[in-house]
Antibody, heavy 118, light 108 residues
Framework: QVQLQESGPGLVKPSETLSLTCTVSGGSINNYYWSWIRQPPGKGLEWVGYIYYTGSTNYNPSLNGRATTALDTSKNQFSLKLRSVTAADTAVYYC????????????WGQGTLVTVSS | EVVLTQSPGTLSLSPGERATLSCRASQSVHSLSLTWYQQKSGQAPRLLIYGTSIRATGIPDRFSGSGSGTDFTLTISRLEPEDFAVYYCQQYGNSPPWTFGQGTKVEI
């Protein structure tokens, strides 16, 4: 059974960089897209970006180039960095697996709350 | 960007009743690219329906999806107590961003 687990600081100061890691267990990184999705408190879901197992990436234009993702296949992990954060970046951040077979997010992490505050 | 608009925002029903949730896209969406998720309070979203009408593994047959083009529907034939939650539709296209609707809350 594939499981995803987010980890990283729960508090980030404004203008600094948010850094999160997702550890994938029970399955391989290969042949999937690995995404970050966030949810501000009490609001809906927003796709942040993805990294394919080959290393290609794509991001939500609404983030204005502030997001980057990376893969560490030796550890079965992928990561998110979001630069120059503001209070508007406060959200629960989920990592999720996208499968091209089902064309959907079929596995999600439990989510981690990141608060941007001084 | 494809904007998904879900209606109603809140659906107040009783167990045993039928729930009909709508998801309208700002432009035509391929039927393979429309997904529905269920989210309970404090939990991650859970995959319900993908490819417009295909139930994910373990999803009971009281959940069904339909639609095409710009109009899609999630139907819960007889609500069980565990079905009271927020439901999101989501689409992907040839170019990002992949987008979600704003959600429909099904409450008692």
């Amino acid at each position: 059974q594939v499981q995803l687990q987010e980890s990283g600081p729960g508090l980030v100061k404004p203008s600094e960089t948010l850094s999160l890691t997702c550890t994938v267990s029970g399955g391989s990184i290969n042949n999937y897209y690995w995404s970050w999705i966030r949810q501000p408190p009490g609001k809906g879901l927003e796709w942040v970006g993805y990294i394919y197992y080959t290393g290609s990436t794509n991001y939500n234009p609404s983030l204005n180039g502030r997001a980057t993702t990376a893969l560490d296949t030796s550890k079965n992990q992928f990561s998110l960095k979001l630069r120059s954060v503001t209070a508007a970046d406060t959200a629960v951040y989920y990592c999720a697996r996208w499968t091209t077979v089902m064309t959907t997010f079929d596995h999600w992490g439990q989510g981690t709350l990141v608060t941007v505050s001084s | 960007e494809v904007v998904l608009t879900q209606s109603p925002g809140t659906l107040s029903l009783s167990p045993g009743e039928r729930a009909t949730l709508s998801c309208r896209a700002s432009q035509s969406v391929h039927s393979l690219s429309l997904t529905w998720y269920q989210q309970k309070s404090g939990q991650a979203p859970r995959l319900l329906i993908y490819g417009t009408s295909i139930r994910a593994t373990g999803i009971p047959d009281r959940f069904s999806g339909s639609g095409s083009g710009t109009d899609f529907t999630l139907t819960i034939s007889r609500l069980e107590p565990e079905d009271f939650a927020v439901y999101y539709c989501q689409q992907y296209g040839n170019s990002p961003p992949w987008t979600f609707g704003q959600g429909t809350k099904v409450e008692i």
